[in-house]
């Protein structure tokens, strides 16, 4: 057992090894990305409170420093993401201190361009292999000038950089967890970020992998890179590879400085590392009182992160990095971003992964078709003898219902579960500045009108003929044209809702507020009169809309009497007239329904995008993360001391 755990350290130390010391070929690819001038990022007084007014960080002062690879680290819960997202550029209403880059106040539209935030949650679409993700994000972050081939070789050499070049070919779905964050590194640093900010970089990773992901990390802060990480307990060699350490507990800091600074200056307090364990363990275990309360002591020694004694005087930086880093207070801090690409290239872009990532989705792709299929066979079997049967003719009310209803439920179902997964892809590559929103927004809807078009037709083809409605092929265009918006009304809410709620409050809020408009829009039957807050209400449903002009297609436009079949004595439902007064549709205008659902189509996408715009400001985007992590964490203190 001791051999071989062994040989796993020595296959651990060999991977650092390889990756600190580059072969001449990977050192020509590091130096072929463009340099970068040095950016040193310093805040001073940092405070935030979450909306339920618990103070989250406490006047934190400190300073990150190009060339470095730097660790912000403490127990859970003591503002470790928070910090970052705050030096990220997401300033929020109750956040006060200051942040200056380079010794400038930041620029947060500025900054973001020249910086890359890792998430934690590696967001990545399975659909695709490692290849075809890094060549769709190339088009993005490279040059728009650069032609397939020079992408394409650009890929390969960040291939083997980041040890991915056997798995170039695999899908993301079947990589692991360690190739995931790699491709995490890879995709972001396309376009030479000159600061990098990664979430936990080795949260559920293996020693080897995790070993794999610090060693990138640290020769991207040897290229002069500013590199700053959030992480929990590393291993003593993680721990090791990295150049400063900044500990929070309880929102305030109680150590900044060299990992070796560590241990000397716990001392100073009476805090004694034993010579087997990991300072990294040590000082969390300082940080959450384990040995006594020494918080306060150690905030005041260090200044909550104004004392800069404990730096190491070595810097990981090159001569001539280190150069640019001395002089970039004298210049302006410049925008390092490749040729912008047009507004309709990236919409291009976008709307064609869509689409190719929808049609390897066969799981879904059939499901949604043969349900489609399944549905639009039941029901034009259900009401095939009502179509131009005289006495039956009343019950056509109830299949342009049930028509209405499949079309809406078919087509917002899915968006329900397929839009909150998208967030997670779109919140990574929007707030690393891949594309502007208004193009992802653009490319969604588009990609779900082709779907839409194609699975609604197919679907009315077979209610419409199977139900023996009148074989006039105007009409049955007329009758496609309805079921076609009432899908597309149908999506458009579906996107909206799920770009607003989180999955089961997407699912569970979706088809109730469907039930609500399926009422309404039935609400005229058997009425002969209506009071104007109730014509509204019933006309405010989407649905009405659809009711009635599938009646107006299926009975207007002069159409000729149903048949009375011969066994019947009388048939009421005879007069096309009849039926519609009957089910209070007799004043429909088909114009009318087009232009209605026209405009609820144009009303549920701008609300949709609206909703997504709001959700994807700085201010939503952290406050919505750290405060449901607050409460989280604030359930798990509730329980420990329940425990005890």
Known sequence: MTRKKNEINENVNNVAVELLTPSERESEIFRKIPPNAGVNIKFTNLSYEVPISKPILKNVSGEFRAGELSAIMGPSGCGKTTLLNLLAGNRLSKTSGNISVNDRPQNKSEFRKISRYILQEDAISPMFTIGETLLYASKFKLDAGKTLQQRQQIIDEYLKIFLLEDKANTKIANISGG????????????????VLFVDEPTTGLDEFSATQCITLLKRLAISGRTIICSIHCPSARLFQMFDK?????????????????IVPYLINFGLQCPITHNPADYIIEVATNFHGNYQEALVTEIQNGKVRKWHSNSSSVPNDT???????NQMNLKVLRSKQHTWWSEYCIILKRNLQQMLRDTTNMKLIMYTNLFLSTILGIAFSKIGNNGYLGSYNYNFVVLSTVQCVFLSMSPMLSYVPQEILYLRREHF???YRLSTYFMALVSSQFVMWSFSTLLGSTIMYYLSNQPRQVFRYFLFAGITLLTSLNGSSYGILVGSRLRLLNALFMGPNMIAVWVMLSNYAVDRPTLHPVESFLMYSSFMRHSVEGLMETLFGFNRADLICPEKYLFCASVKPQFVMKLSGTSNANYLSSILFLLGFYVVFTLLAWLVLKCRFSSMEFLARNRFYRYLKYLQIRYLSVKAM
Do not use: F, H, M
């Open 432 to 434: 690393n500045q891949w």
């Open 179 to 194: 190739e995931r964050k790699r491709l995490c590194l890879a995709l972001e640093l396309l376009n030479n970020p000159a």
């Open 245 to 261: 350490v900044y500990v929070l507990s309880d929102g305030q800091c109680i150590y900044q400085g060299s990992v070796n600074g």
């Open 322 to 328: 280190t150069s640019a880093v001395t002089t970039t």
